[in-house]
């Protein structure tokens, strides 16, 4: 019987492998601009506890981000409106979450038509691709990974519509979530919004066709219609995290 494979939120602890080296870099150096002053027990106790907050805080992301990915699994299909209003609640609550997306596949044969549909939300809009922070027409390809929903749109408009197939870390991530049937992230990537690199993470899930069997991994590769993603800032994250558990000081 067909089923939509589940994502384990334990599977954080495993994610937070993944995302932990650019985070674990920031938290350090927030620990330590805080606590350097302090003996060295003491320190390593603060440390202990701030690692351990951090660790439940990319929990909680993880979480958030594979209760978006529900709302593909269970409307079907889910309208930029409906996008909208599930995410909008979940961006003032987790406010080191910048932004959510989902990237739709779209074969070459369908970009005119696709194209047409951005258009009607963005007058004039096209695939696009971000070559070295040069932003151009997206050339002929037998397919695309485009950003197709997006909240919020204001400061992220450069994301709109961009096709994120180049992006070897962001597909690499798609790649590990649909093998394992886990949430997978990316290490720390440059947005077409940013003017500094390096600036965030990407925890991705795929979207499957309903009613697809999505037993193995081929399975699951041949049922995919793209997949969502929440874009964390880990400094954002790290002073959310540690603020909320009053840690920050």
């Given at each position: ?113 696709f194209e047409a549909g951005l258009q009607q939300l963005v007058p004039g ?118 603020d909320d558990s009053a840690l920050l000081t």
């Amino acid at each position: 019987m067909p089923h939509r494979p589940y994502f384990k939120l334990t599977a954080a602890a495993a994610l937070t492998l993944g995302v932990g080296l650019a985070s674990t870099v920031l938290l350090f150096g927030t620990v330590a601009r805080l606590e350097f002053e302090q003996g060295a027990l003491a320190f390593q106790q603060r440390v202990d506890v701030r690692v351990a907050a951090i660790r439940q805080g990319l929990d909680q992301a993880v979480e958030v981000a594979t209760a978006t990915n529900d709302l593909f699994a269970t409307v079907d299909p889910v309208t930029r409106h409906q996008f909208h209003d599930f995410t909008v609640p979940l961006l003032k609550r987790y406010p080191f979450i910048t932004a959510f997306n989902f990237h739709r596949r779209v074969a070459h044969e369908d970009r005119a038509r696709f194209e047409a549909g951005l258009q009607q939300l963005v007058p004039g809009t096209v695939i696009m691709e971000n070559n070295g922070g040069v932003r151009s027409v997206a050339p002929k390809r037998s397919s695309y990974v485009i950003v197709d929903f997006l909240e919020p749109m204001k400061g992220n408009e450069a994301g709109f519509g961009l096709n994120v197939e180049p992006y070897t870390d962001v597909m690499d991530a798609v790649d590990e979530a649909v093998r394992t049937a886990r949430p997978a992230s990316t290490p720390l990537i440059s947005l077409a919004q940013d003017k500094q690199p390096l600036r965030a993470f990407e925890i991705i899930l795929p979207v499957y066709k309903h009613g697809m069997p999505l037993d193995t991994a081929e399975q699951r590769r041949t049922a995919m219609l793209g997949d969502t993603a929440a874009i964390v800032r880990p400094d954002r994250l790290v002073d959310s995290i540690l603020d909320d558990s009053a840690l920050l000081t």
